[in-house]
């Protein structure tokens, strides 16, 4: 009989990790399949080669939170934190932030992303200072979006949409802070 070491203290996360792997590997078959029937999808070796590290950063991001905390304020902020992270860089890459994917002044957008991962290690990953960061990096993201409005009103004002994300982690991470104390 297997004593509760060998599996795990008695959870059964193994069903959840295939589900959670499996949803990038879909994700990834779905550009390959569309390339079959029209023209409009080409993604290269290096697409799926970045989007599959892209993938993977997240789900390994995924993985990290789970093991962090138990509680789902922090869980689900963190998840805030990494799904911010994650729709900048994929928005970046396919169409751009201001202008076109190839506008330089969308590589600031990448100082976001910088604010909130130094935050969070300074913070040492505890929910009050990873909320603190959050905060910054969604004040950034404002700032560089407001900035970018004179070249690219719509593309701005969606890229100022993208510190709800980065707000709505700051707000879970706070409530987990308070959860701590």
Request: proline residues 3%.
């Amino acid at each position: 009989m297997a004593s509760n070491a060998d599996n795990k203290g008695g959870r059964r996360g193994i069903p959840w990790r295939i589900v959670g792997w499996s949803i990038p590997a879909l994700l990834l078959l779905l550009p390959l399949v569309a390339m079959h029937f029209t023209q409009e999808v080409n993604w290269t070796a290096a697409d799926f080669v970045f989007a599959g590290l892209l993938f993977g950063s997240v789900g390994l991001a995924f993985e990290l939170i789970v093991r962090k905390s138990g509680g789902l304020a922090y869980r689900f902020g963190a998840a805030f934190a990494v799904l911010a992270a994650f729709l900048t860089i994929w928005v970046n890459g396919a169409v751009g932030m201001i202008g076109s994917e190839s506008n330089p002044y969308n590589l600031l957008f990448g100082g976001v992303l910088l604010i909130a991962l130094i935050g969070a290690v300074v913070a040492r990953f505890e929910p009050a200072g990873m909320a603190r960061a959050m905060i910054a990096a969604a004040t950034a993201q404002v700032v560089l979006a407001a900035f970018g409005l004179s070249a690219d009103r719509l593309g701005g004002l969606l890229s100022m949409a993208f510190a709800v994300p980065w707000l709505l982690a700051a707000a879970l991470l706070w409530k987990a802070a308070r959860e701590r104390a």
